[in-house]
């Protein structure tokens, strides 16, 4: 069967059994073509709550497809890849957290959306990096406790001098791979080139992007700048969609190196046999840990929206 062929054959049978595919802008273009939704971490929210299907395949990591259940629990949801997992979100110790929150019990815990189910159900409010700003701005409080990602944590403290906010350890692995190096090399080799890069990176890196931007707030800054050359310094399948979209202008990785792996995992025909034979990783989560979990999430929809 040629891609073309496997695409035609998901669409008619994504019709056929009334599945909405979910599809995070890391995935490659042959998934993105097939997608009733492509976004970045807030957007496929947003869709997850409104989508009109009974089952939902989401084509990222686990974390997404158990916010996607979090917010429509009569909904079957399943995952793309049984091991496409965040190793930020996977690291935060449940146990470092409610010890947190026990020393401060007034100060409110603010989470990046990339965290489990478990972690939600302690958080008070969650983020992504696209609204990060604009929620913690009117969420009612001055001081915040932030995880998993103290990158995104020191970018939103930037943005909100006024709030102040307790960093917990923790971070995106692939984003960390980008350095200052890799911006001087790339100012050398592109000296016309603007640097677009996602606040996940470090901060010494992040103040040396002329934009900072989610992942589809760089897709379409890219789109509409009259510029015609960028250094695209979040995950390296953003430079392939960009090349595909603009084709007039140029795009570079800032490090060959920013490739998620577990966001890769995901192929054509992994949409194809979940689709065909029903067969694939479906999200179960107990009604408590829902209902818990939905607070943070529901707060964060509510301030974002
Ligand atoms: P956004 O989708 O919010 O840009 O986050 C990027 C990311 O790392 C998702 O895992
Ligand atoms: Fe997690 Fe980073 Fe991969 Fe996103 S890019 S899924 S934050 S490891």
Same mark, same amino acid.
């Given at each position: 069967?040629?891609?073309? =062929? ?9 019709? =056929? ?19 009733? /939704? ?34 429509? &629990? ?12 965040? &190793? ?66 020191? /970018? ?5 001098? =006024? ?23 790339a100012?050398?080799a592109h000296p016309d080139a603007l640097i677009l890069?996602? &606040? ?22 890219a789109e509409?700048s009259d510029k015609k050359e960028f250094v695209i ?5 953003i430079v392939e969609h960009l090349k595909f979209r603009c084709p007039d202008k140029k795009f570079y990785p800032l ?11 995901? #192929? ?8 065909? #034979? ?12 829902? =209902? ?14």
């Amino acid at each position: 069967m040629t891609t073309r =062929e496997m695409q035609d054959e998901i669409l008619r049978l994504k019709q =056929e059994k009334s599945v909405c595919v979910l599809v995070h802008a890391y995935q490659d273009e042959d998934i993105w073509e097939i997608a009733d /939704y492509v976004g970045d971490s807030f957007g496929l929210s947003q869709q997850a709550a409104a989508a009109k299907e009974d089952t939902v395949l989401m084509c990222g990591v686990r974390f997404m497809a158990e916010t996607v259940k979090i917010l429509a &629990p009569q909904k079957r949801v399943f995952l793309s890849h049984p091991q496409a997992g965040c &190793p930020m979100a996977d690291a935060v110790d449940e146990d470092i957290l409610a010890q947190v929150k026990a020393d401060t019990p007034d100060v409110p815990v603010a989470a990046y959306v990339n965290t489990t189910a478990a972690v939600k159900a302690l958080c008070d409010v969650c983020v992504t990096s696209s609204s990060a700003v604009k929620i913690l701005r009117a969420y009612p409080a001055d001081r915040f406790i932030f995880l998993p990602d103290p990158n995104l944590g020191a /970018y939103i403290q930037s943005q909100l001098p =006024e709030k102040s906010f307790e960093l917990l350890p923790g971070g995106c692995p692939t984003h960390l791979r980008l350095t200052e190096r890799d911006i001087a090399a790339a100012r050398e080799a592109h000296p016309d080139a603007l640097i677009l890069m996602h &606040p996940e990176c470090h901060p010494r890196v992040a103040k040396k992007a002329d934009y900072l931007g989610s992942t589809t707030q760089i897709l379409s800054y890219a789109e509409k700048s009259d510029k015609k050359e960028f250094v695209i310094a979040t995950e390296n399948s953003i430079v392939e969609h960009l090349k595909f979209r603009c084709p007039d202008k140029k795009f570079y990785p800032l490090s060959r190196d920013c490739v998620c792996h577990n966001m890769r995992l995901t #192929t054509l025909p992994d949409v194809y046999r979940f689709l065909a #034979t029903g067969e694939g990783e479906e999200i179960l989560l107990a009604p408590d840990l829902i =209902e818990k979990a939905r607070r943070p999430i529901d707060a964060m929809l509510r301030y974002g929206g």
